[in-house]
């Protein structure tokens, strides 16, 4: 899919947003050839639903595949040539997405058969009807910050992953506290005894993070933020940081833990393992369709009756 990006100062808040505005030559539908469509394995009707957009897809032209989000090899072995990712599910399946698309920039747009959603970008009932302006470049690029998380352990170096939405450093099966000693650019800050703690990109800030008590930062920032879950006579309060910060998080326990990027990478933790997150190089891309501006409205249906 051959764009332009173009980008836009937001002169309140200084940040920059990325559109996507289609070339002059940008004829219509068939200016995108391949399209990789992955879907929830354990819901039934997002398998349905996926070859029904692939059968009309393939229908106007399009090479389409389909696969499992959780299926990442298999997903990863067929990204050649593929221009678009359809997420048929909830957020969890476009968390799995992101990974896929990594290291590339092949932007994704979401169909929610899922619950909340927050992160999807088309009903199910509208799918259809939208995928057209869609490909006739009618959308526009939405560029999320993700997370570098590097995982150092005594007898092993770093190896880092990158999540979109958080990282979370917590106990294990057992019911009992662990301590996380967190610095911030080389700079002590505080050792929080608690059930763990949330990192979380602004994309995450609706997630676990809110839960823990964290605040809604707007999805297009840089900034990511640090929440305790539950702690117990140390800090409380959730902390937000520059996305120029480094955050080191050094574990102390005598049980079991763990390290969970967006939910389904899972690690296990002990003592004397250190954590360092940073803002990744990379990003997730969104091609969207409803206006920019839908956020809060979105954020206000989502949590209606809850704020």
């Known amino acids: ?39 929830h394995p354990m819901i039934e009707a997002t398998r349905v639903k996926a070859e029904e957009l692939k059968a009309f897809l393939t229908g106007r032209g399009i090479a389409a ?31 799995r997405a992101a990974q896929i698309a990594l290291p590339g920039k092949i932007p994704i747009t979401g169909i929610n058969l899922g619950k909340l959603g927050f992160l999807t970008e088309l009903d ?5 009807e939208k995928l057209p302006e869609l490909l006739e470049g009618k959308g526009w690029i939405d560029e999320r910050a993700m997370l570098r998380v590097a995982l150092a352990t005594p007898t092993r170096k770093p190896r880092p992953w990158h999540a979109l939405n958080d990282a979370v450093a917590a106990r294990g099966e057992i019911a009992r506290v662990i ?3 967190a610095e911030v650019d080389g700079q002590y800050l505080a050792t929080y005894k608690a059930d763990g703690v949330v990192v979380a990109t602004a994309t995450g800030s609706t997630g676990y993070a ?22 117990h ?8 940081l520059p996305g120029t910060a480094e955050l ?11 390290l969970s990027i967006d939910g389904h990478t899972n690690l296990p933790l ?25 956020f809060y409205g979105t954020l206000s249906e989502k949590l209606k009756g809850k704020m």
Not at 210 to 219: F, K, Q, S, W
Request: charged share 15%.
């Open 1 to 39: 899919m051959r764009s332009i990006n173009v980008l836009q100062l937001d002169l309140c808040t200084g940040n920059c947003y990325t559109f996507f505005v289609p070339p002059r030559e940008y004829t219509g539908i068939m200016a995108v050839n391949r399209i990789g469509i992955l879907y």
């Open 65 to 95: 595949w389909l696969c499992s989000a959780w299926d990442t090899a298999k997903a990863k072995a067929q990204m050649d040539d593929t221009e678009l990712l359809l997420t048929v599910g909830g957020d969890g399946t476009i968390l």
């Open 124 to 128: 199910s009932a509208e799918a259809q």
């Open 179 to 181: 301590y996380i000693q």
């Open 210 to 231: 809110l839960a823990a008590g964290g605040p809604i930062i707007h999805p297009r920032s840089g900034d990511f933020l640090m929440a305790p879950i539950a702690p």
């Open 233 to 240: 006579l140390s800090p409380a309060h959730a902390l937000v």
């Open 248 to 258: 080191k998080l050094n574990i102390s326990t005598v049980h079991p833990a763990t």
């Open 270 to 294: 002990s003592s004397g393992d250190t954590i360092t997150i940073r803002r990744s190089p990379h990003k997730t891309r969104f091609l969207r369709i409803h206006p920019g501006a839908s």
